[in-house]
């Protein structure tokens, strides 16, 4: 059928709606984002590990002695140092688990 703007050209008529659908394409802009997000979980994830063993260290050296004086003045901050750094990782996964589930 030839268009009504255009009688050169043709378009509609009975066949209008046909699609095609290839079931192995994937959109690739969509695929390298989602690599990159695994991998940036994948890191996080092993931070948060990482934080938490420090944070154990951390304990145990509090509670030791050297020369008979507990280390707790030296090790607080940096305690509190290694929390407010496992909160942020926390709370970065916990906003990408929602962004990318």
Same mark, same amino acid.
């Given at each position: @059928?030839?268009?009504?703007?255009?009688?050169?050209?043709?378009? +509609?008529?009975? /066949?209008?709606?046909? +699609? &095609?659908?290839?079931?192995?394409?994937?959109? #690739? *802009?969509?695929? =390298? #984002?989602?690599?990159?997000? +695994?991998? &940036?979980?994948?890191?996080?994830?092993?931070? =948060? %590990?990482? %934080? $938490?063993?420090?944070?154990?260290?951390?304990? =145990?050296?509090?509670?030791?002695?050297? /020369?008979?004086? $507990?280390?707790?003045? =030296? %090790?607080?901050?940096? @305690?509190?140092?290694? /929390?407010?750094?496992? *909160?942020?990782? $926390? *709370?970065?996964?916990? $906003?990408?688990? @929602?962004? &990318? #589930?």
């Amino acid at each position: @059928m030839t268009c009504a703007g255009g009688p050169s050209q043709w378009c +509609g008529g009975p /066949n209008r709606l046909i +699609g &095609y659908q290839h079931i192995n394409w994937f959109d #690739p *802009s969509r695929a =390298q #984002p989602a690599k990159a997000m +695994g991998w &940036y979980l994948n890191v996080l994830g092993r931070l =948060q %590990v990482t %934080v $938490k063993d420090w944070l154990n260290l951390l304990e =145990q050296l509090r509670d030791e002695q050297v /020369n008979g004086m $507990k280390l707790r003045r =030296q %090790v607080t901050p940096l @305690m509190q140092a290694t /929390n407010a750094v496992r *909160s942020l990782i $926390k *709370s970065t996964v916990d $906003k990408l688990g @929602m962004m &990318y #589930p």
